[in-house]
């Protein structure tokens, strides 16, 4: 397999993460009322169990020795990234804090400049405003934001949120060397972490019906799962730019899945987003499509 077409076959593993990630707002919708916190431990619990077992099962339990540095890394990405996206929604309106913590597909098409053996086009960044755009009129429903007074933690857990994921997605690619399946062990810390946060800060309520647990098991094997481990080979060995652009189709399709399941209705705002985030995803990947040669 020649290096183009590595790098392409990476960046396709990466692209799954976002149609798991779309799959989000559904299947946190048929999760009943599971706290935030709650729902992160159960989710990243059984997501990581799995994977060990799957490793002890293919006698490859060795690859979750890892120096130090590298399972603060991985914990504090993961960890970091939720725990100050929950500590937005509940600090500043919904809308705007998830439109400021989308901030973050735009910073990974910035900061992968400053990779070795990458460069910042210009159709990455039109891309990845035009999947900005697309995605704050999805969230905002063209109405733009309120931005609360009274609500600077809020907005400034957003801003971090989007700035943890961004510099673990990007930083990834300088830890190449580590082994995808040492996620498994970013999954577990993670939900160990999660389990504490909600100790501390929320009343414990457990699904009550069989389609909730079914729905938190979903997450557990794909979004909250599965696609942490595809999203590690994409950024680390696939086209980090296109990656960071197409990840602006998670909420739209995770809106038309929403509507398609009787949870929404299709109105202009999500029409233009559906052109807006497409046709930017389609620049952004204008080199992957045609083969740039090198």
């Keep these: ?46 997501s990581g169990c799995l994977a060990i077992i799957w490793l002890a099962m293919r006698g490859k339990l060795s690859l979750m020795k890892q120096p130090l540095k590298v399972w603060a890394f991985g914990t504090i990405g993961l960890f970091g990234f939720h725990f100050f996206y929950f500590t937005a929604i509940r600090n500043a309106p919904p809308v705007d804090a998830n439109l400021i913590n989308y901030m973050w597909p735009l910073l990974i098409v910035v900061f992968s400049a400053l990779l070795p053996g990458e460069s910042l086009r210009l159709h990455h960044v ?12 999805l969230i905002t429903g063209g109405e733009g934001l309120s931005l609360a007074g009274g609500s600077a933690l809020g907005y400034g857990a957003a801003v971090a949120s989007c700035l943890f994921w961004s510099t673990y997605s990007v930083l990834s690619r300088r830890l190449g060397e580590v082994p995808t399946e040492a996620v498994a062990g970013f999954c577990l810390m993670t939900a160990l972490l999660s389990a504490v946060c909600h100790v501390f800060l929320e009343e414990t309520v457990w699904p009550s019906q069989a389609t909730e647990w079914m729905s938190v098991a979903a997450l ?45 209705s299709f109105t202009l705002s999500v029409s233009l987003a559906c052109i807006a985030i497409t046709v930017g995803a389609l620049i952004a990947a204008k080199d992957m499509i045609f083969h740039r040669s090198s």
């Design 1 to 46: 397999m020649t290096a183009e077409a590595a790098r392409m076959r990476a960046t396709i593993i990466g692209l799954s993460a976002v149609l798991m990630w779309a799959t989000l707002g559904l299947f946190g919708a048929g999760s009943g009322s599971v706290p935030p916190f709650l729902l992160n431990a159960l989710c990243f619990g059984l």
């Design 126 to 137: 039109i891309g990845a405003l035009l999947g900005l755009f697309g995605a704050a009129l």
């Design 220 to 264: 557990g094997l794909f979004p909250v799962g599965l696609a942490f481990f595809t999203w590690d080979i994409g950024v680390k060995r696939g086209d980090i730019q296109v990656l960071g652009a197409a990840a602006y189709s998670a909420p739209l399709l995770s809106t038309l899945l929403l509507i398609a399941f009787g949870f929404g």
